[in-house]
Nanobody
Framework: QVQLVESGGGQVPPGGSLRLSCSVSNLPASVFGSYTMAWYRQAPGNQREVVARVTSGGTQIASDFAKARFVISRDNVKTEVFLQMNNLKPEDSAVYYC????????WGRGTQVTVSS
């Protein structure tokens, strides 16, 4: 069973930065490399939403709120996905998850991001 482990969250003040990491295990690197992977987030009371995704070829597609602030990347050898988040805002506070896009594996626990002064 594919396992997803997110890390790198924390509490930062508005304008701060965080780099999230996602380790994908029990999936051959060749298969991982063929999938589009994405970061999602879910704030209390809200539905889970896509933050950004990266195709097998490395093309990045970010949601409007993430453009110019967040950068998604991947390491197909290590089967990892990253999200560099800059200029964070309080409304970015949420639990962040990585997963395949659009078809999902079982969700990991996510990593909490809190933007607060």
């Amino acid at each position: 069973q594919v396992q997803l482990v997110e890390s790198g969250g924390g509490q930062v003040p508005p304008g701060g930065s965080l780099r999230l990491s996602c380790s994908v295990s029990n999936l051959p690197a060749s298969v991982f490399g063929s999938y589009t992977m994405a970061w999602y987030r879910q704030a209390p009371g809200n539905q889970r939403e896509v933050v950004a995704r990266v195709t097998s070829g490395g093309t990045q597609i970010a949601s409007d709120f993430a453009k110019a602030r967040f950068v998604i990347s991947r390491d197909n050898v290590k089967t990892e996905v990253f999200l560099q988040m800059n200029n964070l805002k309080p409304e970015d506070s949420a639990v962040y998850y990585c997963n395949r896009y659009p078809l999902h594996f079982d969700w990991g626990r996510g990593t909490q991001v809190t933007v607060s002064s």
